[in-house]
């Protein structure tokens, strides 16, 4: 069993930055990619940042520019630099480690809270 460990979430005022760090207990490298998603309030879990074991990454739109995705291998972790933080990036942040297409482990969450 694979557990992912969040930190780094918190308070934040817009145009601020954060860092995300997730730990896992597994090689990351073994797993198809690592991502983050995120959910607000309301709102549907949505993925934000996507790197793929050969070091291919994806964003969705609205962060695109703002937040970069990357790992340490060697470390087993995989980061979120957000910049230029918006109110509208308010939500708990979930790592996810992909197994396949179809399963994978997430991340307990942290919430990552911006103010006006």
């Known amino acids: 069993q694979v557990q992912l460990v969040e930190s780094g979430g918190g308070l934040v005022q817009a145009g601020g930055s954060l860092r995300l760090s997730c730990a896992a207990s597994?090689?990351?490298?073994?797993?198809?990619?690592m991502a983050w998603y995120r959910q607000a309030p309301g709102k549907q879990r949505e993925r934000v940042a996507r790197?793929?074991?050969?070091?291919?990454?994806d964003y969705t739109v609205s962060v695109k520019g703002r937040f970069t995705i990357s790992t340490d291998n060697a470390k087993n972790t995989v980061y979120l630099q957000m910049n230029t933080l918006k109110p509208e990036d308010t939500a708990v942040y979930y790592c996810?480690?992909?197994?396949?297409?179809?399963?994978?482990?997430w991340g307990q969450g942290t919430q990552v809270t911006v103010s006006s």
């Open positions: 597994g090689t990351i490298f073994s797993f198809n990619a």
């Open positions: 790197i793929t074991s050969s070091g291919s990454t």
């Open positions: 996810y480690a992909e197994k396949n297409w179809l399963a994978g482990y």
